[in-house]
């Protein structure tokens, strides 16, 4: 008998130029002070122009947080939650990529709930109240929006999670005109990167679903069929709002059917070299996939039906072509494609392996068992 529960974030605006009309969101909701946290990187793209234009002749005060960066430690969340004390905000508004989004949502918890960020680690720790909250993604990757999860870096080669559905935020917008200034290669990195999500949800050892399956095929579809256009013609509006879909509907899979190997493998490569996240994945994404391949040759046969329709042979053949041609993705999309191409050496792989091996979270939802001998190989394989 199926039983399962499903959570994701209750609602959703998806529409061009939706960003530029937060203002009336804000409103809705009883607010008057926001925290608009973000990074500088959008300041620097010119994003926030328009945002902050829809908000004047509101009244609503808006303040700007821009200090957080990729893989954000744990001084940035607590600069966040105190800006949004000092400001006294009654809402939060994230607004970037997955980094800011994360940041966000912990700023929303702990300015409200005045729970310290080393009580909220681990899996629904958090007790709450949360500030009500609004994000808006700037990639098309994380899907950080429809997710209840936040990651924070604690120390070299370490990150740890706050996982609650009160991270969930109350509206997400999805604009894809926020998305047309993305360079190739962040469009290339956050687009894997959301393949991934959607692969892992559907090979998930652990709380694999139907619904989860029906997004992820879905968001592969999306992806898989816009990537290369959208990398090509950033201009090209119908591939970006491919991608920021497939993006969601991939989060909403994987918040539900969690994530394995991959990113087990990926997140020590962020934490300790600043390697961008969807750059990890996409690194360790063929390899890892290889190593799979004997127990979920099925599952990764219907996924390569939709990544490269045509495909004959068995399942095996299937999965592995499939594993090949996402290996393969990276390179095609002329990112690096080794770990010496990122300044990473044969000395570094035994402290990659020790910190990889930390993620019992996620290997235990690898469909494959993963001992310190696979993770090894994986790394030398890519090294």
Avoid: W
């Avoid at 360079?183 to 998930?204: K, L, R, W």
């Avoid at 990926?266 to 990890?280: D, E, K, N, Q, T």
């Avoid at 990473?344 to 035994?350: L, N, Q, Y």
């Amino acid at each position: 008998m199926l039983k399962m529960v499903f959570q994701t974030t209750p609602s959703m605006i998806i529409e061009r130029g939706a960003s530029t009309r937060l203002a009336a969101n804000v409103r809705a909701m009883g607010c008057t002070s926001v925290l608009l946290v973000t990074d500088a990187g959008v300041i620097a793209a010119r994003l926030l122009d328009a945002v902050l234009a829809g908000f004047e002749g509101e009244e609503i005060a808006v303040s700007v947080f821009s200090q957080v960066q990729a893989d954000p430690p744990e001084s940035v969340i607590l600069a966040a939650v105190d800006a949004a004390k000092a400001c006294g905000a009654d809402c939060v508004l994230g607004l970037g990529g997955g980094s800011s989004l994360d940041a966000a949502k912990l700023a929303a918890l702990l300015a409200r709930s005045g729970e310290s960020l080393s009580q909220v680690y681990g899996i629904n720790q958090t007790k709450g109240p949360r500030l009500p909250l609004i994000l808006v993604p700037t990639t098309a990757g994380t899907g950080s929006e429809v997710t209840s999860v936040s990651v924070v870096t604690t120390g070299a080669g370490e990150k740890n999670v706050v996982y609650s559905p009160m991270l969930l935020p109350d509206l997400a917008v999805l604009d894809a005109e926020l998305t047309l200034g993305l360079p190739s290669h962040v469009t290339a990195a956050t687009g894997i990167d959301a393949m991934v999500h959607a692969i892992e949800a559907y090979t998930s050892k652990n709380l694999k679903n139907p619904i989860s399956d029906c997004l992820a095929r879905e968001a592969l579809r999306l992806l898989s069929g816009s990537l290369f256009q959208a990398c090509q013609d950033g201009s090209n509006l119908e591939a970006r709002e491919n991608m920021l879909l497939g993006a969601c509907l991939a989060g909403m899979a994987f918040a539900n059917a969690p994530v394995a190997a991959v990113h087990a493998l990926a997140y020590p490569l962020g934490a300790r070299f600043h390697v961008p996240h969807g750059l990890s994945n996409a690194l360790v994404l063929g390899p890892v996939m290889r190593f799979n391949l004997e127990t979920v040759a099925p599952l990764y046969a219907q996924l390569a039906d939709i990544v490269l329709p045509g495909l004959s042979g068995t399942d095996k053949d299937k999965a592995g072509a499939l594993a090949d041609y996402l290996g393969a993705l990276a390179g095609e999309l002329s990112l690096p494609t080794r770990l010496r191409d990122l300044g990473i050496a044969e000395s570094d792989i035994e402290p990659l392996v020790v910190d990889a091996m930390r993620q019992t979270r996620l290997l235990g939802n690898n469909p494959r068992p993963v001992g310190e001998a696979d993770v090894r190989a994986i790394y030398r394989e890519i090294l």
